[in-house]
């Protein structure tokens, strides 16, 4: 009856020895024949073998190679960029030494208050926000915006079924979900722009606009880059300038680089008469 303590204590421990072990296991023990509790058996010169006796590929370095997750975080009280290494929940602004939480948030439901994080907020579909103040590095919407303030610090994505009154759009980058639609009447000036559904808009990106192979952009596009996947669609007036920072407010892509959409009535002459006579002139 000796050392009852250090036996629980000892038991205590090799449970939790068992269950750290426990997702090790799976990562690579697929059928009944199990050789994870034995390590040894483990080693480089003998790969485990399945029932049919092929070696499986042995996992590489789980675990023990990964670097720490590097987390671009957007200061939401002064907008500085900068690195947060590993998972935290709270962090501080180099620059004005702000605290900011980082913890991811999700909204569902009826909701009408302040919700700031450094992190990402989820509004799921039945989310219904009216009134009240969203501030987030992400955003992603699925629900509906009917009145408030929301302020992507770095990526909105909008998903099929979101609802957003256009002049509430406020994000650095924008992100349309597959299968979503959207048509803006004002003009965006955005960072990055990624399409997975539809986006009609007139867009100003100082990033890159990216259509993807589920994506179709239509309407004007002002943008630095422009990528668009195989199968994705795009429809617009194109001003694409790599070494442009910015685009004037007034600042129109059917101006620069494209004709009119509509072509001039036949009757007009300005172009078609030069052509006819040198076309005249050549026949005797
Ligand atoms: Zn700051």
């Known amino acids: 009856m000796a050392n009852r303590g250090t036996n629980e204590w000892i038991s205590g421990l090799a449970t939790l020895r068992a269950t750290q072990r426990q997702p090790r296991v799976r990562r690579y023990a697929t059928g009944p024949s199990i050789d994870a509790e034995s390590p040894a058996a483990d080693d480089e010169a003998s ?8 070696t499986r590929p042995r996992p590489m370095g789980i675990g023990r190679t990964t670097m720490p997750t590097q987390n671009e ?13 590993g998972r935290t929940t709270v962090t501080q602004c180099p620059k004005c030494g702000a605290r900011l939480s980082m913890k991811d948030e999700t909204i569902t439901g009826g909701f009408h208050e302040e919700c700031v994080t450094a992190g990402k ?3 799921t579909r039945s989310a219904i926000v009216d009134g009240g103040k969203i501030t987030a590095n992400d955003i992603l919407l699925e629900g509906i915006i009917k009145s408030g303030q929301v302020r992507a610090h770095k990526m909105l994505t909008l998903a099929k079924g979101a609802e957003l009154p256009e002049d509430l759009l406020d994000a650095r980058s924008l992100k349309i979900g597959p299968e979503a639609s ?14 997975c559904g539809e986006l009609k808009a007139r867009i100003k990106a100082t990033g890159t606009v990216t259509v993807r192979a589920s994506g179709h952009l239509l309407g004007q596009l002002m943008a630095k880059h422009l990528i668009v996947e195989e199968g ?3 429809n617009c007036a194109l001003d694409v300038q790599p070494n442009r920072t910015t685009w004037s407010s007034t600042e129109d892509a059917t101006e620069s680089t494209v004709a009119e959409p509509q072509a001039r009535p036949l009757t007009e002459p300005p172009i078609i008469a030069p052509i006819a006579q040198a076309t005249a002139g050549d026949t005797p």
């Open 47 to 54: 790969p485990p073998a399945d029932r049919t006796g092929h």
């Open 121 to 123: 907020v989820t509004l």
């Open 182 to 195: 959207f048509d803006f009447e004002r003009t965006l000036e955005l960072h990055d722009v990624e399409v």
């Open 232 to 234: 994705g669609g795009l």
């Open 73 to 85: 975080v957007v200061c939401y009280g002064c907008g500085f960029q900068f690195v947060v290494r």
